[in-house]
């Protein structure tokens, strides 16, 4: 018998360094997820202070998750009941790291740091461990935006015995890079689930600014690649989906 669980995932408009709002927004959506029994949610890419590839701004932006600062964060969160994966920029010393947290009521269960990185992206550092977490069952493991491209990141994750990926993403690109790209993320990321036999959700920021334009996508595809469920481009929503493990 095939166990059953609602994973969520949100398309939001890029916001660049307003943590505040970033965190009135990931409330909003998480609450709203939960109420439709959601168990697990994922926000973008950096989301919580804002994607760059600019070092003053990624080291002023950026938080060690030993800090007072991020604590408060952990604490304004104990009130949501899904699991919430955050992208965020993370600093260890005078290292940056483009990573995602996995929290639970407050609690944070483990950071996975970026192991590729893509060419624009070398003032970060690295990660070397591509940790697994559950929920209610489900094990899953994270891939960060860029590294959908490469076979090997998905497939390190399916070796844990995962049977989901978690993606946030930041696709905000010069119009002409974005347009070529719209319709290629998602047969990317199928083609890594058929690889893998694995499930992927991923979450993506939507909007124009600085002359840059992102469409999404955020999207649910199933073990056979098939595009499940998606927000329409250009638009901020909700995606909700009830998947089978």
């Not at 998750?65 to 304004?76: A, E, G, N, Q, Y």
């Not at 010069?174 to 990321?189: D, L, Q, S, T």
Request: proline content about 4%; aromatic content about 8%; hydrophobic content about 40%.
């Amino acid at each position: 018998m095939k166990n059953r669980i609602t994973v969520a995932a949100c398309q939001l408009f890029d916001v660049q360094n307003d943590r505040e709002q970033s965190l009135t927004k990931i409330k909003e959506y998480a609450t709203q997820a939960s109420e439709q029994g959601a168990a697990l949610i994922c926000f973008p890419e950096s989301y919580l202070q804002g994607y760059t590839t600019k070092e003053i701004l990624a080291r002023e932006r950026a938080l060690d998750i030993s800090s007072d600062r991020f604590t408060d964060i952990l604490k304004r969160l104990e009130s949501l009941q899904p699991t919430l994966v955050i992208g965020f920029i993370e600093k260890a010393g005078t290292q940056l790291f483009i990573s995602a947290a996995v929290v639970r009521q407050g609690t944070l269960l483990g950071c996975y740091r970026k192991t590729r990185l893509a060419p624009g992206e070398r003032l970060f550092d690295p990660g070397t461990e591509t940790p697994t977490f559950e929920v209610e069952g489900l094990r899953f493991g994270v891939n960060i935006c860029y590294e959908l491209n490469l076979p090997e990141c998905a497939a390190t994750i399916a070796s844990q015995q995962a049977q989901l990926m978690v993606c946030p993403c930041y696709n905000m690109l010069h119009p002409e890079n974005a347009e070529v790209w719209k319709h290629r993320h998602n047969a990317i990321r199928a083609e890594r689930t058929r690889e893998t036999g694995l499930w992927l959700i991923s979450a993506d920021v939507t909007g124009a600014r600085d002359g840059q334009i992102a469409y999404g996508p955020t999207a649910l595809i199933d073990p056979d690649g098939t595009v499940v469920a998606q927000v329409p481009l250009m638009e901020e929503g909700l995606l909700l989906q009830e998947i089978t493990f």
